[in-house]
């Protein structure tokens, strides 16, 4: 076979480059005799293991005696396909989405239920999974933002001013009420939770908030509740909103932490009372999140305890998450479902959601004079029919999202073609 030539011209050319290294330096000739060597092994090992791929994908019965030869001779390249063969099966496996049967999800709920009623500290991670239902994409789902990023799609979205907290924010909101949720722990940036009615003081959100920005040079720092996406001028690394401050002057900034940044807000990200929540906690439980990158926080999950001492960890989620192993159950199945079964099974009426008493808009600070044209994202309104402020009349759009913490901020997950 021709790869053999090639291979064998490369040893004579490597032997005779290696004999001039032992005599002395190499001259500009015979390194660059060597790196054709070089390159002529690498190419070759590559054509090698296309060959072996190729073989591989036939059927044992369909392979002729010298592929047979080829892959007898080449027994690590086969291992080492084998090995990206199972790897590549694993992956897919875990990003497939897989529901429990309705008897079985009952049966857990059932079993979740216990675990709520008996908790002395319960505390709740949530993830872009329970905010799905509000129109608003998850990140590693089917269609979540990473999952079409990594395919080279375009990532757009719908109006987020018309997202609402959906029936899990609001199960959520009723449970701490209740005095049965001790503290959230949210990924989340939608400002829902807020929304929802859960007092500032249960909630960190630890990767910021769309609708609140602040000043850093105002001690200690000062809040902007805002009743619009304070991130349409804002990017990875690039924070400023172009507001500046009522008090000081100074440039406002948002709050949102993007994928690679590191949060060092004291609020909205709270992560003084995560922590602690997480120090108390006997009961976790994970709503819709991958834990991909939850994870990689061991003060949320006590690992400087024993095992034995850690909280019982409960995780609701349609996909496989790095923490399943330590769950004491993981339940298969869209977060609003799950809750309407708890709800239920706990006797708790979930509230509904009324703009009318959505506190955002007393949380919130007007803009100055003068400020009005400093974003164009459509305001909230308490009612779906009237004009939200600095809106000036205009129509509603359905244009795609491209700035702030839904676009530009990960854009640089995108794969972009070569220049030729």
Request: contains cysteine; glycine residues 8%.
């Amino acid at each position: 076979m021709r790869w053999c030539v090639d291979c064998r011209e490369a040893e004579a050319e490597a032997r005779v480059s290696s004999g001039a290294m032992a005599a002395g330096g190499l001259s500009r000739s015979e390194r660059k005799a060597a790196e054709r060597v070089r390159r002529l092994r690498e190419e070759q090992q590559r054509e090698r293991l296309r060959q072996v791929s190729r073989i591989l994908r036939k059927a044992a019965t369909e392979r002729s005696a010298e592929e047979g030869r080829l892959l007898a001779e080449s027994e690590d390249l086969v291992t080492e396909l084998q090995g990206r063969s199972r790897r590549r099966e694993g992956l897919k496996r875990r990003q497939e989405e897989v529901c429990d049967d309705p008897e079985e999800l009952q049966r857990k709920v059932r079993e979740l239920a216990s675990a709520v009623r008996n908790a002395k500290y319960l505390v709740v991670y949530t993830g872009a999974g329970i905010s799905t239902a509000a129109s608003i994409p998850d990140y590693r789902g089917p269609n979540g933002v990473w999952t079409l990023l990594q395919k080279g799609r375009s990532v757009s979205a719908a109006d987020l001013s018309e997202a609402e907290p959906t029936l899990t924010h609001m199960s959520i909101a009723r449970l701490h009420e209740q005095k049965l949720v001790q503290h959230v722990v949210s990924q989340n940036c939608d400002g829902l939770h807020l929304r929802s009615g859960l007092p500032r003081s249960a909630m960190s959100e630890l990767h910021g908030n769309m609708y609140i920005e602040v000043c850093t040079a105002c001690t200690p720092n000062r809040e902007y509740v805002r009743v619009f996406d304070v991130t349409e001028r804002t990017a990875l690394h690039r924070h400023q909103t172009g507001r500046t401050c009522h008090k000081c002057g100074g440039q406002l900034r948002d709050t949102i932490v993007h994928f690679g940044e590191r949060g060092t807000l004291g609020q909205p990200l709270n992560w003084e009372a995560a922590t602690q929540a997480a120090s108390k906690a006997d009961t976790i439980l994970c709503l819709g999140s991958s834990l991909k990158v939850l994870k990689k926080y061991p003060h949320l999950w006590c690992m400087t305890k024993p095992p034995s001492r850690r909280p019982k960890l409960y995780i609701v989620n349609l996909q496989w998450t790095p923490k399943d192993d330590w769950a004491a159950l993981k339940l298969h199945g869209k977060c609003d479902d799950v809750m309407q079964l708890l709800m239920d099974e706990l006797g708790l009426e979930i509230p509904r959601y009324s703009r009318w008493q959505d506190p955002i808009f007393s949380l919130a600070t007007p803009l100055r004079a003068g400020e009005e044209g400093s974003h164009s994202r459509k305001s909230l309104c308490r009612s779906r029919e009237e004009p939200g402020p600095g809106d000036r009349g205009a129509p509603l759009s359905s244009a795609p999202i491209l700035g702030g913490w839904f676009g530009r901020g990960c854009t640089k997950r995108t794969k972009r073609k070569k220049v030729t």
